[in-house]
Structure formats: C-alpha cells, structure tokens
C-alpha cells in the first residue's frame, strides 16, 4: 500500500512552479501616464498559454498602450469571481464560465471577446510507459480527474464517451484533489492515471513516477479551450482598450506560430524562471505539434456551439445560450486583419 507523501523531490518542483507563476504574475512594463493599466485575471500560470506571455515579454501590450497586471485567478470559478466583482478588468478562462453565468441571469454577463488555445492543453499521465496506450485500458481503473463543470473534466469525459465508456461506471475518477496539486499527489495516491497540465507532466516524467500516455488535446480534436472576456458595460465603455489588447494577443499568436519552439522558449522564459530551458522546450514543442494556438483570435459559432454540446454531454448545460450574446468577434476580425 503506498502511503500518503509527497516526494520531496517533487515537492520542490511543485514549489519551483508555483514560484515562477507568481513571478509570471507581475506586468513587465513599469506604470507610466501614457498607458492605461488593465488588469488580467488568468485561470493559471501555465507554458499552455505561451502566446500571452510571448506578448507581455516581447513588449506587445505597451507598445499597444496598455499597463498589464497579471494575476493568476487559479481556476475559471475564482477568475469569473474577479471579473464579476471587478476585481479584474478582463479574464481568460474557460468560456463554459461565461455560459455559466449568463444561464443563472446575469444582467452584466461576460462577453468572449477573444480565442487563444483551440485545443485542450492537458495530458493523461500513467505509472508506466504505454507506447500503444488503448483508452479501452482505462475500464476498471482510478483516474484522478479535474473540477466538475470546468474545461478539464468535461473533455475528458468526451473522450471517454467518444470511445463508448461511461465515465460514471467504467472507471472511477477522484475529483476530490485541488487544482494544481493532483500531480504532487499522484506518486503517493492509489489512481492509475492522473490528467495533468504542464509542467506538471512533464515534472512527473522527470522525477520517474508518471509518463505521458495520451493527449487529451489531440483525441478529442478542436475545442475551444480558452477565451478572454470582459463583463458587458466594460467592452460597452472601453472599446478601445479591448482592440488594443486584442490586437497585443494576435502579434502573440503571430510570433509563437512563426518561431520555433527553442526561440518561443526563450522567449518567454522570463515568466517561468525555475523552469529549466531545455524541458520548457520541449513542453512548447509538444503543444506546438498539436496546433494548440489559433491563427487568430475569432471564436467562431461552429466551435461555441461544440462547447455547448460538451456541457450538454456533461449535463453541465440547463439550456442553450444565444452566440450573439456571449460572443463578438468585432475586435478580433480588425485585429486580424
């Protein structure tokens, strides 16, 4: 029986990680009287979302005008709490918290202004190398899953349903572990897989106690994983400043799909200092391969109507929201142009 630890070894990546995002977390522009400070709630600090960070670190956003606070929101739940509240000026997260929010009656309801990743940005991770890993090997086994309702745990359960499993019978999946911590978790937890972000997969692979047997991002295809947005009466008084944020995010997306993986890495290491160069190199060539990030930053209505049919799958959706009202694509069509 294993008993319940965390190696220290892991623990001081889990530390080294944590550090890094709080480093990440800071505007790389000093406040001046010709840049207007917007403040950026992210649902977390992660290579996953190296665009963004290629604009903060390649000065796109004060070149645009803009002073950007970055704060690591550390879920879509906490992020649409601080957009809500106004704690935050804009949130990246996943859309389903837009959806959320609108079908409960929001009046001021958040609207998705820009795509950035258009497909999911997590792995499973199992004890043992599977170089033929079946999904149909997950019947019977423990997988340590995400939050319910949130972007994780419903493209997995798609997955599982897209290959005929029930993920509420033919597996069990523990959604009792915090995000962020279910890697530090794993080695000492009797689960079989756990589906992870980077870089924790990839510190589970180093540290020898998980390997990368599947992803998530390439099984089940182009979703629209995360998005911006910003509370309706914001985009109403501040169009300017979403253009120029908008227009900050596509020379991101630019250069991360004109730059290889090494010069991405680079790049924006700055945002992720404990992380050694060669493994953030490699986690940014593994979502380069998979065509992680959009060309541009339009959410198209077939992908926000695909999100819907996973929250309608997950049983996460009382009912269908309108397109028009979550979602304009006004900003990003000039940003793209």
Not at 121 to 147: H, M, T, Y
Not at 151 to 157: A, L, N, S, W
Request: proline share 4%.
């Amino acid at each position: 029986m294993r008993k319940n630890f965390i190696s220290r070894s892991f623990l001081s990546i889990l530390t080294a990680a944590a550090v890094a995002g709080l480093a990440g977390c800071q505007s790389k522009g000093a406040s001046g009287s010709d840049l207007t400070p917007v403040t950026l709630s992210e649902v977390a600090h992660s290579i996953f979302y190296a665009p963004q960070y290629a604009a903060i670190e390649l000065g796109y956003f004060e070149e645009a005008g803009i002073d950007l606070e970055l704060v690591n929101g550390a879920g879509a739940d906490k992020v649409m709490t601080a957009l809500v509240s106004g704690d935050a000026d804009i949130g990246f997260m996943g859309s389903e918290a837009s959806i959320y929010t609108y079908a409960n009656g929001a009046k001021d309801y958040a609207v998705n202004f820009a795509q950035l990743t258009q497909r999911a940005g997590n792995f499973l991770v199992g004890r043992q190398p599977e170089e033929a890993f079946d999904w149909d090997s997950l019947k019977g086994k423990k997988v340590i899953g995400g939050r319910k309702g949130g972007m994780p745990q419903m493209v997995f359960e798609y997955i599982l349903k897209k290959h005929g499993m029930d993920p509420a019978a033919d597996l069990s999946i523990d959604q009792s572990i915090d995000f962020g911590l279910t890697a530090a978790a794993f080695p000492s937890s009797d689960a079989d897989y756990t589906v992870e972000f980077e870089p924790f997969a990839t510190a589970l692979e180093t540290e020898g106690t998980g390997y990368v047997v599947a992803s998530l991002g390439e099984e089940s295809g182009y979703v629209p994983y995360t998005a911006y947005s910003a509370k309706k009466s914001y985009l109403e008084a501040h169009p300017e400043i979403i253009q120029k944020f908008t227009d900050a995010i596509q020379k991101g997306l630019d250069y991360v799909n004109t730059h290889s993986a090494e010069e991405i890495a680079k790049t924006i290491q700055p945002q992720f200092k404990e992380t050694d160069l060669g493994a953030l190199t490699k986690i940014v060539e593994r979502y380069k391969s998979q065509d992680t990030w959009k060309k541009d930053t339009v959410f198209a209505e077939e992908s926000f109507q695909l999100l819907q049919n996973i929250l309608e799958e997950s049983g996460e959706l009382p009912a269908r929201v309108p397109y028009g009202d979550l979602v304009t694509t006004e900003f990003s069509e000039k940003a793209a142009r």
